[in-house]
């Protein structure tokens, strides 16, 4: 994982998103390890691009 990821906002929401999937049956944890890494990236390029779609993730996986 890059250095400024660690602890942001956005890899804490994205690993809330990925464990409320796995909740959800659409992951497993067994994908996680693969997983994770692509959702925390995807979610911090959210984050900047589109902060409404961000927040809307953050709030359904709450």
Do not use: Q
């Not at 959702?39 to 902060?51: L, R, T, Y």
Request: glycine share 4%; charged share 30%; hydrophobic share 40%.
């Amino acid at each position: 994982m890059e250095g400024n990821m660690n602890n942001t906002n956005a890899e804490m929401v994205a690993r809330n998103f990925y464990n409320w999937l796995v909740d959800m049956g659409y992951s497993t944890d067994t994908d996680k390890a693969e997983d994770i890494e692509d959702v925390i990236k995807d979610f911090v390029c959210i984050e900047h691009e589109a902060p409404k779609l961000f927040n809307l993730l953050k709030n359904l996986s709450d």
